[in-house]
């Protein structure tokens, strides 16, 4: 057996995992999100070794996405962290096997504590799940580990429940990009939604020229603005855009191009924004009309600035 189909069955192998949970839901699940969904405390996931690094992505998951959550170390919640774990707050345990020694001697003290219980598992027979209010299956019928010992394909089907968890929890809330973006500030994303065309426009030394402003001149201008192009305007409002394409075009077509002037080679009515148009939806206007500059102008629509795909990016 070669790599490729060594890598190949690990694909199948796990796929197969995945599809496979959609048969296990049972009526848990809804209860577990019906509970979330009313939880005035957060979403506290415990697991050990590689649950555990499963389970801390699941809490980032479910936190960037509107449900507050927070990773708690079943060792170091037995040596006092569990101090962080409120009456409200619902404990979710991961383990395939169910009888994680580091989870199990958990157990009676979150339940004395108040805490609703979720056992996200590959076992129904097992301890966790057997003290556990809920019971999301997370069984898989092999690993794709040769050896049958690597956590592989149960890691897979955890997080794809985990993701399960956090989309449905989106979906209820109606979670929308803008709240999204709250939560990723720092990302290009949250920038994107975050930001308006004001922000990132250019405003110095923009190529605008008259209607009547000869071809020369007004190449002369686009060539010192270096953006491209060349904004025509009328009472500092834009009535039309000469790019370089235009100007080609122009060359192309009029045997005397320097002895016209701008008027005659623009094209009317730019796309034009408002400033306060939000970033995103400026990358959608030039993404949709295939263009790489749309000029931006203020309340009365007089030209304020020009933003390029690039200042985007």
Not at 127 to 152: I, Q
Request: hydrophobic letters at 40%.
């Amino acid at each position: 057996m070669n790599t490729l189909d060594i890598a190949q069955k690990v694909f199948r192998i796990e796929a197969n995992a995945v599809a496979r949970l959609s048969e296990l839901l049972t009526t848990d699940f809804e209860k577990v999100i019906e509970d979330i969904l009313t939880c005035q405390g957060r979403v506290v996931i415990c697991g050990m070794g590689k649950s555990g690094l499963v389970g801390k992505k699941i809490s980032a998951t479910l936190a960037s996405t509107g449900t507050p959550s927070f990773f708690l170390h079943p060792a170091e919640a037995f040596h006092g962290d569990l101090g962080m774990l409120k009456p409200e707050d619902i404990f979710i345990g991961l383990s395939n096997s169910g009888e994680t020694e580091e989870i199990i001697r958990l157990i009676p003290s979150v339940r004395r504590n108040g805490n609703i219980i979720v056992a996200m598992a590959g076992n129904a027979n097992s301890v966790l799940v057997k003290n556990a209010d809920y019971f999301l299956n997370t069984n898989v019928l092999e690993e794709a580990c040769p050896l049958r010992l690597a956590p592989t394909s149960s890691t897979t089907a955890t997080m794809a429940m985990g993701d399960a968890l956090a989309v449905t929890l989106m979906e209820m809330r109606k979670f929308q990009p803008e709240d999204f973006a709250l939560f990723h500030p720092g990302g290009s994303l949250g920038k994107k939604l975050l930001t308006k065309v004001k922000d990132k426009m250019q405003t110095q030394n923009l190529p605008i020229v008259a209607k009547n402003t000869p071809i020369k001149e007004m190449i002369f201008k686009m060539t010192e603005g270096k953006l491209g192009l060349a904004v025509v305007t009328e009472n500092q409002r834009p009535i039309g855009i000469i790019t370089d394409g235009d100007l080609r075009r122009a060359w192309a077509k009029h045997s005397n191009l320097l002895g016209l002037v701008a008027e005659k080679i623009m094209t009317k009515s730019p796309k034009t924004l408002q400033e306060s148009t939000m970033l995103i939806d400026a990358e959608q206007l030039l993404t949709d009309f295939k263009i790489t500059s749309v000029l931006v102008v203020n309340e009365t629509e007089q030209l304020t600035g020009i933003l390029q795909i690039y200042d985007i990016k």
